[in-house]
């Protein structure tokens, strides 16, 4: 089924709330970053966010720190519209990130902290049997007991009808144990889950360039995944599922930072997936808001015109 239908909640996104740290100017690592801005960061918080922007009823199960940085996102996220009934504060520090401001791939540097304490009691059963999409990130899976408690959660709520959702966005230093996370990633896929995953990610985690991405969507594909999608940042995307393949170009664009692009790209994409679209329609609907995002440094307005993202 695609589609919201009776559902209340189009998508229950689950993973990590934080803090990022950005240049304020391009940089190429972090030794060069002088000067950073606050922003709020986190890619199912961000995708959460934009969704709620553009009209989609929105849960985030996230855990903070009972801290200044933790009230701060606590009430970011808050005057968004999202619920917040997952949201959990313990003692453990909120997680932050320093990233640098680029307009390629940015160079980031983790300090964790509570983003990984989300417990079964966030995402009670009768919460998942009223949402459309369940989405996670590889981030999100990294730790325990995060891990365990999103993938049970999936399952159960695969099982009632909801579709699950991954952006499988891996890198070495936030998730050490290459095998794990591969496992984790076939494990998601066999829920019929939609994939994201961009080109770098890719590379990341199965140890090999994407050289053909018809083939890599293959493979997702054959672990279980019902739609793929591959960004492959200025060159485009490609959309998969098994009976349909396409390619979308992308457009140019003045990048005034990709932070957050990807997040914005899969929020287009889900939001026309809830919106019953054809696969195209949903890979240029995912462009349409990563252009918007592109374009700026920091959060999007609080408000976006859902109705744009078809206007091509």
């Known amino acids: 089924m695609q589609g919201q239908g009776n559902r209340q909640y189009g998508i229950l996104s689950a993973g990590e709330l934080l803090i990022d740290f950005i240049s304020s100017e391009f940089a190429s690592n972090l030794d060069e970053a002088v000067d ?54 313990v003692d453990t520090p909120t997680t932050l990130i320093l990233v640098t401001r680029s307009k390629e791939v940015s160079n980031f ?34 730790r325990e007991p995060a891990r365990s408690t999103i993938l049970q959660a999936a399952k159960l709520a695969a099982s009632h009808g909801c579709t699950p959702s991954i952006d499988a966005n891996f890198a070495a230093k936030i998730w050490p144990d290459q095998a794990a996370a591969q496992a984790a ?33 293959e493979q997702l594909l054959e672990m279980g995944a019902a739609e793929v999608c591959l960004t492959m940042g200025s060159e485009g995307c490609y959309v998969a599922t098994k009976g349909e393949r396409h390619f979308l170009a992308a457009r140019p664009v003045e990048v005034r930072d990709t932070t957050g692009a990807g997040d914005a790209f899969w929020s287009g994409y889900l939001t026309a997936w809830l919106d019953g679209k054809g696969l195209m329609e949903k890979a240029m609907a995912g462009r349409k808001m990563a252009e918007l995002k592109l374009q700026h440094f920091g959060p999007l307005p609080d408000q976006v015109e859902r109705m744009e993202l078809y206007k091509g």
């Open 36 to 89: 950073f801005k606050r922003i709020l960061g986190g890619s199912p918080a961000n995708l959460a966010m934009n969704m709620a922007r553009l009209g989609v009823s929105t849960k985030l199960v996230a855990t903070i720190g009972n801290d200044d940085m933790g009230k701060y996102a606590a009430r970011y996220v808050h005057r968004l519209g999202i619920d917040l009934h997952g949201l959990r504060a």
């Open 109 to 142: 540097e983790a300090y964790r902290g509570a983003d990984c304490e989300i417990v079964p009691e966030q995402m009670p059963l009768g919460q998942l049997k009223n949402i459309a999409l369940f989405h996670t990130t590889c981030f999100a899976l990294s």
């Open 185 to 217: 990633v076939k494990a998601y896929c066999g829920l019929g889950a939609l994939v994201k995953m961009s080109e770098v990610d890719w590379e990341r985690l199965f140890n090999h360039q994407m050289s053909d991405p018809g083939a890599a969507a």
